[in-house]
């Protein structure tokens, strides 16, 4: 059964330090791995798409890495603001159009 | 474009009553996809469309749950009857490709007493 295992559940962190989320996932074959910001009440916005051939991408302050070997991605944030403070999901695509959710990281910042 | 708009933002209706979500995916997206949140399940797909064609609803829960498209700017949600087990947070997204980017809209909070 393909699963996308996120960790931490979530985490705490003080306003202008980094951390890193992790994503581990069964899913085979593997298409693409996305991950995804949700604020509160609003909804997922998509921050990176890595392929295959991939293994750094990044989008400002967040920058993901894929690991196809090890079917591993990680999605580090730099100095972090207090708007980074969200939901983050992984979500990865098989080759048969078929989506697997993480059940997300939930970040908090504070100053 | 406004982004993927969905309609109404909240609804509360009791159980056993109709209820009807709407969404207006991005113009020239030809995928549109229905998807349910939950605390307890997390996101889940529910149906999605290519080109207003339904392609896979196995993740529709129940016969109670349908979805149509009649044209490339809109699409439709339907519970009936609803149950309180319903209720959830609903988000229409589209894209360009099954694997692109997809754009969400601001999700349908819906509650079921």
């Known amino acids: 059964k393909n699963q996308v295992e996120q960790s931490p559940q979530s985490l705490i962190i003080l306003e202008g330090k980094n951390c890193t989320l992790q994503?581990?996932?069964?899913?085979?074959?593997?298409?693409?791995l996305r991950w995804y910001k949700q604020d509160t009440g609003r909804g997922p916005v998509s921050l990176t798409i890595m392929t295959f051939s991939e293994n750094t991408k990044s989008n400002g302050r967040y920058t993901a890495t894929l690991d196809a070997d090890t079917k591993q991605s990680s999605l580090h944030i730099t100095a972090s603001q207090l708007s980074d403070s969200a939901s983050y999901i992984c979500v990865v695509s098989d080759g048969d159009y078929k989506l697997s959710f993480g059940a997300g990281t939930t970040v908090t910042v504070r100053a | 474009d406004a982004g993927v708009i969905q309609s109404p933002r909240h609804e509360v209706t009791e159980m056993g009553q109709e209820v009807t979500l709407r969404c207006k995916p991005i113009?020239?997206?030809?995928?549109l996809f229905w998807y349910r949140q939950t605390m307890m399940r997390g996101l889940e797909l529910l149906i999605y469309?290519?080109?207003?064609?339904?392609?896979?609803d196995s993740g529709m829960p129940e016969d109670r749950f349908s979805a149509k498209m009649p044209n490339a700017s809109f699409s439709t949600l339907k519970i009936q009857p609803s149950e309180p087990r319903d209720s959830a947070v609903y988000f229409c997204?589209?894209?360009?490709?099954?694997?692109?980017?997809?754009?969400f809209g601001q999700g349908t909070r819906l509650t079921v007493v």
């Open positions: 997204a589209s894209s360009l490709r099954f694997d692109g980017e997809a754009f």
């Open positions: 469309f290519n080109n207003n064609v339904p392609i896979d």
């Open positions: 994503c581990n996932y069964t899913v085979s074959p593997f298409s693409n």
């Open positions: 113009s020239g997206h030809d995928y």
